[in-house]
T-cell receptor, first 112, second 119 residues
Framework: NAGVTQTPKFQVLKTGQSMTLQCAQD?????MSWYRQDPGMGLRLIHY???????DQGEVPNGYNVSRSTTEDFPLRLLSAAPSQTSVYFC???????????FGPGTRLTVL | AQKVTQAQTEISVVEKEDVTLDCVYETRDTTYYLFWYKQPPSGELVFLIRRNSFDEQNEISGRYSWNFQKSTSSFNFTITASQVVDSAVYFCALSEAKYSGGGADGLTFGKGTHLIIQP
């Protein structure tokens, strides 16, 4: 049981490049979410999903896209990277939106 | 809108001292859930506790204890006889009632308290 996995662990992009951060969970959780963590800001919700085929925006969705074609996977796409998207990204999953969320190890993204 | 305030940005104590981390929250819902997470220097987020709004009983788990007071909208965390391994950033978080599809569901985090335990 791997829990929540994220790839890559580190990534450096140039402004304007696109990429996908991968997130997978093997706990059969319905709810998955993406957060970003910036110094002194805590974690902020980007997008979330309550089940396959259902996604919605969180607090800071601009510049990011998500889809949920399977229960296990919830990729986060950066369409055109900007320096303001330099952050640590965490994926999380839980049974429901108010249940305990279990976090992946994070992806540290730097946009130059 | 929901909000979580952790007014203590950094606390430094000497090992074996007791330390309390404060958490104050705001919500208009009567049903909500409160959480504490630990983020050690390695960076992962470790779940510590989940408490629902209808259960005001204090909880103790080893050296950790939590004091939930709805009257003051606080959910404070105390570490007794602190140890160097307790050094980490601690986050308090709030989740309101079930998915509404109106956006911004999920956890609302405080900005965290950096706890430093000196040997």
């Amino acid at each position: 049981n791997a829990g929540v996995t994220q790839t890559p662990k580190f990534q450096v992009l140039k402004t304007g490049q696109s990429m996908t951060l991968q997130c997978a969970q093997d706990m059969n959780h319905e709810y998955m979410s993406w957060y970003r963590q910036d110094p002194g800001m805590g974690l902020r919700l980007i997008h979330y999903s309550v089940g396959a085929g259902i996604t919605d925006q969180g607090e800071v969705p601009n510049g990011y896209n998500v889809s949920r074609s399977t229960t296990e996977d919830f990729p986060l796409r950066l369409l055109s990277a900007a320096p303001s998207q330099t952050s640590v990204y965490f994926c999380a999953s839980s049974w429901g939106d108010t249940d305990t969320q279990y976090f992946g190890p994070g992806t540290r993204l730097t946009v130059l | 809108a929901q909000k979580v305030t952790q007014a203590q940005t950094e606390i430094s104590v000497v090992e074996k001292e007791d330390v309390t981390l404060d958490c104050v929250y705001e919500t208009r819902d009567t049903t909500y859930y409160l959480f504490w997470y630990k983020q050690p220097p390695s960076g992962e987020l470790v779940f510590l506790i989940r408490r629902n709004s209808f259960d005001e009983q204090n909880e103790i788990s080893g050296r950790y204890s939590w004091n939930f007071q709805k009257s003051t909208s606080s959910f404070n965390f105390t570490i007794t006889a602190s140890q160097v391994v307790d050094s980490a950033v601690y986050f308090c978080a709030l989740s309101e009632a079930k998915y509404s599809g109106g956006g911004a569901d999920g956890l609302t985090f405080g900005k965290g308290t950096h706890l430093i335990i000196q040997p």
